[in-house]
């Protein structure tokens, strides 16, 4: 495959863009396999690199995300921005390029690739996501005992398990909300924070289906930063109650201590005259 059979398979993949060009090195590069400049709109595959067309292709779709995102761009990027923005763009590309027929995907067709996948997903990822899901179960058990001994759910995870307050309710919303555990805990994590029952149902839908996280995150970015903003209000809520009671109980103590020194200062008056008078009578 030429380079100019390599822009053509690129433009197939995304059309409307601004025009670029694609140039092989005819080198070997051992730091990296390709690379972009944004000056000049350039793409140099070093194909010495690459033992197989597949592996260009790969290259050359890395490479045209990098285009694609500096120059659909609002806001400046350079060619090493690897951002939430460009991995959304690669990995999309990279989609098509499968369905097309463009590119083989060796992880969905290597019998080694696919046993060893499925391995991980059953026995580790599906497997944590049921166990942090059965964990955030305990945890509402323990929250509902906490409010019943009238003590605070946030002190008994801190200290006595050792477990941050933050973690421990994301944890207790995994169980509330019913989150998959196919997708894994990390994923679960970012869909257990939306309150938005609609938005929370599409963002499970979306790892389900393969979308990788950074696709995700692209997509529902404004859904899940919103999310995550009233998250950070609530905790600030409950900080600020917990300040409150804290000022309370120091504002009691307080009261306590003043009474305190009054009795015992009144008290050691009325010792010191008692001492002075014994003194006077054994003159």
Not at 183 to 191: A, F, P, S
Not at 230 to 248: A, G, H
Not at 251 to 258: H, W
Request: hydrophobic content about 35%; charged content about 30%; overall charge negative.
């Amino acid at each position: 495959m030429n380079q100019d059979q390599l822009k053509s398979l690129l433009l197939k993949l995304e059309d409307e863009v601004d025009d670029f060009t694609l140039l092989y090195s005819g080198k070997e590069s051992k730091k990296v396999d390709g690379l972009y400049k944004p000056d000049t709109r350039e793409i140099i595959i070093h194909n010495k690199n690459h033992k197989t067309e597949n592996e260009i292709i790969y290259t050359g779709i890395h490479e045209f995300a990098h285009h694609i995102n500096c120059t659909k761009s609002a806001k400046p990027v350079t060619s090493r921005s690897h951002t939430v923005i460009f991995w959304d763009i690669f990995h999309r590309l990279l989609y098509k390029a499968e369905h097309a027929g463009i590119y083989n995907n060796i992880f969905k067709t290597d019998p080694d690739f696919q046993d060893l996948t499925k391995s991980i997903k059953e026995n580790y990822l599906s497997l944590n996501g049921n166990l942090m899901k059965e964990f955030g179960a305990k945890l509402m058990v323990a929250m509902q005992l906490c409010q019943e001994k009238n003590v605070s759910f946030e002190d008994y995870v801190d200290r006595e398990l050792g477990l941050h307050r933050t973690a421990a309710k994301t944890l207790v919303k995994t169980y509330e909300h019913n989150v998959n555990p196919e997708i894994g805990y990390e994923n679960m994590k970012t869909v257990a924070k939306i309150k938005n029952n609609e938005i929370r149902e599409q963002v499970q839908a979306a790892f389900l289906n393969g979308n990788s996280p950074d696709m995700v995150k692209a997509s529902f970015s404004k859904h899940i930063r919103e999310q995550q903003e009233m998250s950070r209000i609530e905790f600030l809520e409950q900080e600020k109650d917990r300040v409150k009671e804290t000022v309370e109980r120091l504002k009691n103590r307080l009261v306590e201590l003043e009474s305190e020194i009054r009795k015992m200062r009144k008290s050691g008056e009325s010792g010191t005259d008692e001492i002075f008078a014994g003194d006077a009578t054994d003159e």
